[in-house]
């Protein structure tokens, strides 16, 4: 019978050959899962050897991980800025910048919003964070697809959250009323361009949804300029639009805000010190 670090050490040397990023991290994160096992639990427990029914359990998520399904789908979850979400293949997976995002919304309000949107929410991960960051904030979340709204109201009721925000379908402001304005407006819309995507990694490009991940037009950037646009119309006075961009449509974006009439635009950095965040006020 092989040992649980037996297993360990073949799955990192098979996930490596699969070009598997942080083959040992995901190889640990998997096995734990499948034995409902703790990383510090699966440390204590790296001599003990593996029947075949735990083998069982352990060999088809490997097989997955080693097609490059992420391995966020396979394990069914995912931390964002501490709220554990479940995520699937209805949505895109949220990112290390986009929590960036929310820390830097969260250094600029000088006042707890009122009323927050989320445009393009996904898992509702933005949206339903900034509602248990603010709990007097009544919080709304839009998204064109069913199943990613479907999955956002699951994520609202795990997390206890489902009476603080409220779920509409549609595209961008097509599902806000007129005469409706916020305090905050924050969005992470889809921003790869066609070729970008076509280059992604093959967890992203394989596994997640296509229409999370391309923008509109050539490069990417028509669905950023489109609620830059719209925006300011639903901003109350001082209110804040924040966003997440792509690099190379970074600095174009910055001239259509103050084209647009917004104030006190700022560009702020990701984790590797790239443009990636616009800050508007109106």
Known sequence: ????????KKTTDFFAAKQVESPRLNAELLIG??????????????ERPLNDAELDKIRPLVRRRGQREPLQYILGETDFLGLRLKVDR?????????????ERIRERLTAPPARILDLGTGTGAIALVLAQSYPDAQATGVDLSTEALA?????????????????????????????????????N????????????????????????????GADGRGDLS???????????????????????????????????GYTQIESAQDLTGRDRFIFARR
């Open 1 to 8: 019978m092989q040992t649980v670090l037996e297993i360990i």
């Open 33 to 46: 899962h499948a034995l409902g096992l703790k990383r510090m639990q699966l440390y204590l427990q790296f």
């Open 90 to 102: 209805r949505a895109l997976i949220p990112r290390p910048e986009t929590e960036l995002l929310v």
């Open 151 to 187: 999955l956002a109201a699951e994520n609202a009721q795990l997390c206890a959250l489902a009476d603080r925000v409220t779920w509409r379908e549609g595209s961008w402001f097509a599902a806000i009323g007129a005469d409706e304005t916020f305090d905050l407006i924050v969005s």
């Open 189 to 216: 819309p889809p921003y790869l361009s066609p070729d970008e995507t076509a280059a992604a990694e093959p967890e992203v490009r394989a596994y997640e949804p296509v229409t999370a991940l391309t923008g509109a």
């Open 226 to 260: 489109a609620i830059i646009a719209d925006a300011r119309a639903h901003l109350n006075t001082g209110g804040l639009l924040a966003l997440e961009t792509g690099i190379a449509q970074h600095a174009a974006l910055m001239q259509e805000a103050q084209a647009a």
